[in-house]
């Protein structure tokens, strides 16, 4: 069976965690253990919110199909002028 070299995804997956871990503090921005914990944990957090912010609309808390007070809604076909 053939020798499976994998240095250079090894790498890879290494270096795209800690472009990710930038900006965060101390040994998390620095070492690749707790720069992954991190940014497992930032990406859970992220997954999260996003859904979070789809629910709502502003800070109003409207859910995102209601229109805004003071806004109209779009024009249906039935109001068009003929």
């Known amino acids: 069976m053939a020798r499976v070299k994998r240095s250079v995804h090894s790498r ?6 800690m472009e990710r871990a930038q900006g ?3 040994s ?4 690749l253990r707790a720069a992954h914990e991190q940014v497992m944990n ?3 957090d992220a997954y999260r919110d996003r859904r979070t912010r789809k629910g ?3 800070a109003c808390g409207l859910p995102a199909s209601t229109p805004l007070p003071g ?6 076909p039935a109001s068009w002028p003929t």
């Open 28 to 31: 998390r921005s620095r070492r």
């Open 24 to 26: 965060f503090k101390a």
């Open 42 to 44: 930032a990406m859970q």
């Open 71 to 76: 806004r109209t809604a779009p024009p249906t």
């Open 56 to 58: 709502t609309s502003g």
């Open 12 to 17: 890879k997956g290494r270096r795209d965690i």
